[in-house]
């Protein structure tokens, strides 16, 4: 008995502890829908919409999966199905692009050369924040970059990490060490961008980690109830 005991002690206590940190990461891919799919709001706690930024202001409209057009620049090269927008002639774009020199001026307004065209960004808005969150392409893209913002619509400081391997594929990073990433911008820097998937640590499973003192108290009365149950055999007997 002491033995079955301290067995579900260790196991109470280790899936305590597991329950704190973050969940595995969740890819979602443009790959997995037809092309013309709308998927802004496929996907269960995270939000995808195309931002337009113009003199006119801000508009948002839907995300869709976009196939690669055969004999299209890069198509071979891509061989798999992106996040884009429709045109207003109903063509596909699979380019999220800004041209802004300047980090984040577009996003604010402030600079006129935003407005030299219209700017056209991906949004991810998560239900709950995240740490991390990276967008990965089959083909390397023209000056990509991020901009994170906390709930309270905070741009955050957070710098993002490009890799390029040797095949040409590409990733974008960004990471938050203190989980507040609840919206995220992503465009060309003076350039363009395009994404194949998406992968984000989900919130949403997440739960308080019991504090020491508490975990002790849980032992301590394992233990007596150990101890009670062995007592008691002995007097039976």
């Not at 113009?54 to 055969?70: D, F, I, K, L, N």
């Not at 991810?124 to 390397?140: G, L």
């Not at 990471?175 to 994404?195: F, K, M, P, Q, T």
Request: glycine share 10%; proline share 3%.
């Amino acid at each position: 008995m002491i033995r079955q005991s301290w067995l579900a002690m260790f196991g109470l206590c280790t899936l305590l502890a597991a329950q704190g940190v973050w969940a595995v990461p969740i890819t979602i891919d443009a790959g997995a829908y037809v092309s013309g799919t709308e998927v802004g709001d496929t996907y269960e706690g995270i939000t995808l919409s195309h931002v337009t930024f113009t003199e006119a202001g801000r508009q948002s409209s839907a995300v869709y999966a976009h196939g690669c057009t055969p004999g299209a620049r890069g198509c071979d090269a891509l061989g798999t199905t992106m996040f884009g927008w429709q045109k207003a002639n109903g063509k596909a774009f699979s380019s999220w692009n800004s041209n802004a020199g300047l980090i984040g001026n577009c996003l604010q307004q402030l600079h006129a050369d935003c407005y030299s065209q219209p700017q056209h960004l991906l949004e991810v808005t998560f239900e709950r924040a995240t740490d991390f969150i990276q967008f990965y392409s089959t083909q390397e893209t023209d000056s990509p970059w991020a901009w994170a913002f906390d709930a309270a619509g905070n741009l955050l400081s957070l710098m993002p990490r490009l890799i390029i391997d040797q095949r040409g594929q590409q990733s974008l990073e960004l990471s938050s060490e203190a989980g507040n990433i609840s919206r995220v911008l992503l465009a060309g820097n003076d350039g363009y961008s395009i994404v194949n998937s998406i992968s984000y640590n989900n919130a949403a499973g997440t739960t308080t980690v019991p504090e020491p003192e508490t975990l002790a108290l849980m032992m301590m009365g394992l233990i007596g109830a150990t101890v009670a149950t062995r007592v008691r055999r002995r007097a039976s007997s």
